[in-house]
C-alpha cells in the first residue's frame, strides 16, 4: 500500500485511521443543540445571575466569570535560587505575570 513510507510509518496526510470522526464533529453538534436552546436573553440572565453571585463572595460565580471574560490561565511554573533567595515566578500568560520572592 502507498499509505506508508519506506520505514513502515504512515506518510503525511494519512493517520491509518480512515474511519475514525472528523474533528470536532461532536463538539459542533452540542454547539448546534446549545444554540437552539439556549436564546441570547437566556445567556443574558445567566451572565447577570453570576454577576449576582461573584458579588455576593460565590468564588464559583468568579472562577466562571473571569475564565469567560479574561480566559482560563495557561500556568508556567518557574522556581529559581541561583544561590540566593528562591524566587518562585508563575506566568499566566504573556501580558500579566505574578511573582513571589
Not at 21 to 50: G, H, L, N
Amino acid at each position: 500500500m502507498t499509505d506508508r513510507d519506506a520505514n513502515g510509518r504512515y506518510v503525511k496526510g494519512n493517520s491509518g485511521n480512515p474511519t475514525g470522526r472528523s474533528p470536532r464533529e461532536r463538539e459542533e453538534r452540542y454547539y448546534q443543540i446549545m444554540m437552539s436552546t439556549v436564546s441570547f436573553e437566556d445567556w443574558k440572565r445567566i451572565i447577570a445571575k453570576a454577576v449576582q453571585q461573584a458579588e455576593k463572595g460565590d468564588a464559583q460565580a468568579r472562577k466562571w466569570l473571569a475564565d469567560y471574560l479574561v480566559g482560563t490561565a495557561q500556568q508556567t511554573l518557574d522556581i529559581t535560587s541561583n544561590g540566593g533567595p528562591l524566587i518562585i515566578k508563575v506566568v499566566y500568560d504573556e501580558e500579566r505575570e505574578a511573582m513571589i520572592e
